[in-house]
Structure formats: C-alpha cells, structure tokens
C-alpha cells in the first residue's frame, strides 16, 4: 500500500508540474501535490542515500553555496540531487526531484545537497534529518516572518541539534559560531571565515550579536577550518592551517560575499569528501560556476551588459552597493512586498545608498518604487522616473538606455518577473533550467 500510495504521489506531482509549467505557475505547488497523497514522501524519498544529506542554510547566500557546493562534489565524482531553482522549502523540494524520481518514489544519487529556507529547515529535519548542517549567517530578514533576529539565531542552533554527523559554522558570525555549543558531542564542528587581514571587512557583511555582555571572540581555528585570503579584489584561495590550500582562484561572481560563499562551500566539500578532496577539482568547479539565477547575473541586453542583483535586506542590500555601486551604471531599483520579499520594507532606511549620488538613479518600480524613490531623496539620490508597473518599468528602461551597461537592484519577486521578462526577450535559460 504504501508503495502504490509513493508512485501515485509522484504521477499526481508529475501532473502538477506539468499543468504548473503551462500556467507558468509557482514551484511549490507539485509538492503540495505530493504531500497531500503521500504525506510520507519526503522521508522515503531520501532514505538510504549513502552519503546523506546536507542541509545549506542562513539568511544570506543560500543559493549560491548551494550551487558551489554541489560543483565541487561533481567535479568529484559524486551523483548529487539538489533543488536548483531556488525553491527552499519543503514542497519546492518535493517538487525539483520530480523531474528524475522513479515512479518507486526513491530517489538515486549518492547525496543530496539541499538549500532550504530557515524556517521551513526544521519542518524538513522532521521528515529527514541531514547528516551535516551547513550555517552561513543570520541577519535581519523578512521580520513580518522571522521577528526579531534572535528568532532566526535560534532557529539554526535546532537545526544544528538535529543533524546527525557534522556541522560546518561561520566562525566569525557571533549568532551562528555559538552554537556549537548547541552540538552534540558526537557530531563534528568545522568552522569557515575570513583571515584575520581581513576582519576589518566584516562589519559590512553582518550585524552585532547584542545577545550576551560578553565580546564576542571567534574560537581559534585548527587545520580542518577554512579561511578566506583575498589576493586582490577577485582572485583569492581558501586556506586549511598551513596542510592545505585551494587557489588562487577567480570566480564569475564578483564580490567579497561571493568569496565568503565559496569558502564556505569549500570547506563543507572537504568534510564531505575527506581523502578524496583534491584542490585542483575545487578551483576547476568553482572558476566554473556562473552566478545562481538573478544574483550577479549577466545579461547581454541589446549588445550591453545588464546586471541583475538580488537584495532583501540590510546587510545584502549594503553589500551589493559596495560590491556594484562602485563601478556607477545606469540603475533601476525594484521593490515589492510579497511574502517571499517581506512585507515590511522599513529595513530600506538601514541601507546607506550615498555610492549610487553621483550617477542617480534612472527608474525606481515595484509595488514599492514610490517609497523606494523617498528613500533615496532621503540620501540626496536623484530619481529620474517612478514607474510601479514591472513591465512597464523595464521597457523604458531598456528602451531609453539601450546602448549603456545597465544594472537593476530588485527584491526576490520583483527580481523573479524582471527574469521572466528578459528570459522571453532575450531567449534565456528559464527558473530552474540552469544546466551548471
């Protein structure tokens, strides 16, 4: 019975996805699908995969470390089963597998690599729990959601508790190293950061944990941590103590945090990989990774370079200013407030927006480009047009600057129908047909 149960679940989902695509429908709704005729499915899907599974999880970074990590275990060899599109939480997870799970509803790779929202990790953990944790940060984020920034912190120290092998912690992210202490003595901690030349840095990237009275001070790290030495601006190489190191490389991806991600990513293949880590493979598979769908991505838009960047809250947004607002473009800002953006948009006036002053801004759109607009008046940015209607909204501003490079700031959905727009005009990969 619950065999015939798991293979009807996966026929109804396959229908789903199938009716989902032609509507242009969201992601989710094949795993509801599935969940509802087999509310087990999840937990036989990925039983018995021999190397497990990884859990990928924080407030910033989830898809890009996913998307590294699963590069370096496949220039390794390894069968991985990931959720690339993007789509974190549960169901969405349901639904990326269905493309390639048997009708015995069991899925074949030798591990599964798993981006998945902070919330909806521990609901995932009930139904599989990861044998490795891999913790990237905590930020404010969607506080509509996740509240105060604590809320999210104790989030992570549970997942933690419930992985079975090993977790791998931001050493310098005071809301993420202290869990180890949450840990239990039989699974490993390995920690990932930065090299202490470049601590200066870290401010712009994450927010002070008040939590304790007590100064924060990373733990000192061993030969099994990896740690971040930039080179230059974009070559840099991850080091292990003085045993080992992976690079110099250069990713596709521009900017600190990407480096961050890739040590991150780094690090967690080397506990995963043990012996059969080779650091060749790592710098091949990283140097090979173009940037996840929207974050960093380039677009060649009539000839010129199109920037399209991903931001949702203040230390992101801060980031992507300094590691874009930099090099001064043409720039469109677009802001909604879904669900999937937060719908409180107050974190807008933690954000310095002084980098973009000198070029302005062309167009500000979104269900919130009027307050966008406000906001930057507020920083002595100039705002050429306000334009509330996405559609309409990028038109004019390819249309009026067709022949300058271009780059638009947008949150998670107005970012999502900005790539559907120019996936159509341009002929693009389409959410979650990514080959790499």
């Not at 080992?244 to 080397?270: D, F």
């Not at 953006?341 to 070029?359: H, N, T």
């Amino acid at each position: 019975m619950t065999v015939l149960r798991t293979s009807l679940a996966v026929l109804a989902g396959r229908a789903a996805r199938a009716a989902s695509r032609l509507r242009g429908g969201g992601s989710a709704l094949p795993g509801l699908v599935v969940e509802t005729v087999d509310p087990r499915f999840l937990t036989h899907a990925l039983a018995g995969l021999p190397r497990g599974v990884v859990a990928v999880t924080g407030t910033n970074g989830k898809t890009t470390t996913t998307k590294m990590l699963v590069a370096i275990l496949r220039e390794h060899g390894l069968s991985v089963f990931t959720n690339p599109t993007g789509s974190n939480f549960t169901r969405g997870v349901i639904s990326s597998m269905l493309a390639e799970i048997p009708l015995s509803g069991r899925l074949k790779a030798d591990i599964a690599v798993l981006e998945l929202d902070e919330a909806h990790a521990l609901k995932f953990a009930a139904a599989v729990r990861p044998a490795y944790s891999l913790l990237l940060n905590v930020a404010r984020d969607q506080l509509d959601r996740f509240a105060e920034i604590d809320h999210t912190a104790k989030l992570l120290a549970e997942l933690a508790e419930q992985t079975t092998t090993g977790v791998v912690l931001n050493i310098d992210d005071s809301f993420v190293s202290r869990i180890a202490g949450r840990v239990r003595d039989e699974v490993t901690v390995t920690y990932f950061g930065v090299d202490p030349s470049i601590a200066d840095r870290l401010p712009e990237l994450q927010e002070a944990d008040v939590r304790f009275e007590d100064e924060f001070k990373p733990p000192q790290p061993t030969e099994t941590d990896g740690l971040l030495k930039p080179h230059d601006e974009r070559s840099f190489e991850v080091r292990f103590g003085d045993a080992q190191r992976v690079g110099p490389l250069v990713l596709k991806q521009r900017g600190l945090a990407a480096m961050i991600n890739a040590t991150a990513a780094t690090t967690t293949a080397r506990v995963l990989l043990a012996k059969q880590f080779r650091e060749d493979e790592a710098v091949t598979a990283l140097e090979g990774v173009e940037p996840p769908f929207g974050r960093g991505e380039v677009i060649d838009a009539d000839g010129q370079p199109l920037e399209l960047v991903l931001v949702k809250n203040p230390a992101g947004f801060t980031v992507a200013l300094g590691t874009y607002g930099n090099s001064p473009v043409t720039t469109m800002v677009a802001i909604n407030d879904s669900y999937a953006d937060g719908r409180d948009v107050s974190w807008l006036y933690d954000v310095s927006f002084k980098s973009l002053r000198d070029k302005g801004v062309a167009l500000t759109s979104g269900v919130r480009a009027y307050d966008m607009a406000l906001r930057l008046k507020y920083d002595d940015v100039a705002v050429t047009e306000v334009e509330p209607d996405l559609g309409v909204a990028l038109e004019r501003f390819l249309a009026a600057y067709r022949s300058e490079p271009k780059r638009i700031f947008c949150t998670y959905t107005a970012m999502m129908a900005l790539r559907r727009n120019l996936a159509a005009r341009y002929g693009l990969a389409n959410f979650g047909e990514d080959p790499t």
